[in-house]
Each structure stands twice: as structure tokens, then as C-alpha cells.
């Protein structure tokens, strides 16, 4: 009979699982404030170096933080460089070792040694996800069941060449996977780091509060953010930038026309004299034979003296 009831309970547990299973709900909180030092914004090119952040993930959290700046052609010290600079800049002269990495001393410090422009250091709260694993349909798409994940970060952008501080601020994110079909077990800590990141290479972005469920949500994919909410909740959404118009080609210079040039006549044939009382001309000698002397004509005192129909005139026998 005891077994019966349990049987009973587990079944109508399973039951009430199934019939949920449609109203289950992925969803993604995120929240930004920031403030800056006359429009101050960390540039691609530029060289930072992004310190381990103190709190139970802070290797993590600051190893995220150098990807997303990578991501947007910022220069990042290497980490193995960066933790051996820092094991020497912590010991102290009376052999002590300092934890406190936020010493304005310490980064002059660490900022003369790597020679980077700023200096990112901080702060990192965060709870890891619950997950709930009762039956194989607990595993959605992309994660398992959980109901809970948060993560907040406090950061400062240190200046090295003036010694102050230029950006100061939070960003958090919280992650639920009721059906794990759009969010994953870390995103709470990709998204978090992910605004920090924007917040401090976007001038715009200072303040944002949003919340997105199931497929509002943005995908975690490699490459740039595709998340870039500048909109406060109950604002209306920025516009996106207007594309700068492109410059126009110059146009060719203008020329005159070339005059047209009639074209050349063809040279004139030489005249042929049509007189037939002109001597005959003796053919051209064939090639390679000696040319032979032209005949003269004969001479004579009358008509009789010529031959054929040739007629005697003075002195000479021409035709007639």
C-alpha cells in the first residue's frame, strides 16, 4: 500500500512536469551604470591590461573581460606575463605580500612595467547556477534546468600617464534555464562581462536595464557583440548610426573634341600620255639579263630609204 501512494505522488509529479513543460520560460536580466571622465572611452589599438578581480571568480571574470576586448581590437597584456609581474609587484620590502591590488601606487606600478595606456581592476560577485536534473527532458537544446544564476561586476579604469581614474561602474547579469533551449550554464558571466566591456568602449552606454525571454533573447555567439542595448527600460530605442555618405568620384576632366583628320588621298597616278606620236618605249629588260642598247632609228634622205610605212622626216624614219 506505501509503495502504491509513493508510485502515486511520483507520477503525478511527472505528470504536472509534462503539462508545464510549455510554459517554461528561459529568461535574461542585465544591468548597467556607469559614469566617465569627459566622454572617456578605452579605443581599439590602444594597450590595457586587465587584472585578476578579487572575489570567488575573479581569474575567470577577468580572463572574459580580456576576450571581449580582443574581440574589439584591443591590446591586452598577456596573462602569464601579467602574473608575474604582478608576484613581484606585491611583495613588498619587508618581504610581505599585498593583496590589495587597488594601491593607486601598486598600478603606477604595474603600468610603468607592462607600458599600457590603462589599467581595468575590480570587483566580482556571483552565484553559479542551481541545476535541477529530475528526468532526461531537463536537458534542453543548449543546458540543463537551473533556476537561478547572477553575476555583477565593479570595475575602474585606471589612467597610467595621469594617475585618476577615467570610468567607474557596474555591470550584472542574472539567467534562468527553465526549458535550456537559449541560455547556457555561464552566460550570466558572459553577459556580465560582456556589457562591462561595451560600457567601457561606448561613450552612449551608461545606463541600461533590459529583461529578454526565450527567443528575445541574443545569441552567445563568437565574434563582436551582437547585444547592444543603449536604451534605458521605457526609452525608445537609439537609432543606429547613420552611415557616413560616400564621397563622390571626380569627375573627369573636360576636354575639346579632337578636330576629325580627313583622312589621306590615296597619291595621284602618274599621267600616261596618250600621244601616239611619241617614240615607243622599249620594253623593260627581263631580270637577270644585261640590258641592251634601245634602237636608233634609221637614217634617210627620202621616203624610199625607210622601210615598211615609215615615212623619211628630217633625216630620220619615223611612223607616220
Known amino acids: 500500500m506505501k509503495k502504491g501512494f509513493q508510485f502515486q505522488i511520483v507520477l503525478c509529479l511527472l505528470i504536472i512536469s509534462v503539462l508545464s513543460a510549455g510554459c517554461r520560460k528561459d529568461y535574461l536580466s542585465t544591468i548597467v551604470q556607469a559614469n566617465r571622465v569627459n566622454q572617456f572611452a578605452i579605443l581599439a589599438g590602444q594597450k590595457i591590461a586587465v587584472l585578476p578581480l578579487a572575489g ?3 581569474h575567470a571574470a577577468a580572463d572574459l573581460l580580456t576576450i571581449e576586448f580582443l574581440r ?8 602569464s606575463t601579467l602574473d608575474n609581474i604582478l608576484a613581484e609587484v606585491r611583495r613588498t620590502e619587508n618581504g ?3 593583496n590589495d591590488l587597488s594601491d593607486l601606487e601598486v598600478l603606477q606600478q604595474i603600468g610603468r612595467i607592462t607600458e599600457v595606456d590603462y589599467i581595468v581592476y575590480g570587483e566580482i560577485e556571483g552565484y553559479d547556477p542551481d541545476t535541477i536534473r529530475l528526468m532526461r527532458s531537463d536537458f534542453g537544446s543548449r543546458s540543463p534546468w537551473f533556476y537561478f544564476a547572477y553575476a ?3 570595475l575602474r579604469i585606471f589612467s597610467v600617464s595621469t594617475g585618476e581614474v577615467f ?6 547579469s542574472a539567467t534562468r534555464a527553465a526549458k535550456g533551449d537559449y541560455v547556457r550554464l ?3 558571466l558572459r553577459m556580465t562581462a560582456r556589457l562591462a566591456a561595451e560600457s567601457m568602449m561606448n561613450v552612449n552606454f551608461n545606463t541600461h536595464n533590459a529583461r529578454y525571454k526565450n527567443r528575445n533573447i541574443p545569441p552567445f555567439t563568437a565574434g563582436t557583440a551582437t547585444l547592444v542595448p543603449n536604451s534605458p527600460v521605457g526609452a525608445a530605442p537609439a537609432a543606429p548610426p547613420i552611415a557616413p555618405a560616400p564621397a563622390s568620384l571626380p569627375s573627369p576632366p573636360l576636354t575639346a573634341p579632337a578636330a576629325e583628320i580627313p583622312p589621306a588621298s590615296p597619291p595621284a597616278s602618274p599621267a600616261v600620255s596618250t600621244d601616239t606620236s611619241a617614240a615607243p618605249i622599249a620594253p623593260a629588260p627581263a631580270v637577270g639579263t644585261p640590258a641592251q642598247p634601245a634602237a636608233r632609228a634609221p637614217s634617210c634622205s627620202r621616203d624610199i630609204d625607210c622601210p615598211g610605212d615609215l615615212i623619211c622626216n628630217g633625216g630620220a624614219c619615223i611612223a607616220q
Request: glycine share 12%.
Open 152 to 154: 555583477r561586476m565593479s
Open 72 to 79: 574589439r581590437g584591443v591590446q591586452v597584456v598577456e596573462r
Open 96 to 98: 610581505y605580500y599585498n
Open 186 to 188: 555561464m552566460d550570466h
Open 167 to 172: 570610468w567607474w561602474g557596474s555591470s550584472e
Open 56 to 58: 570567488n571568480k575573479g
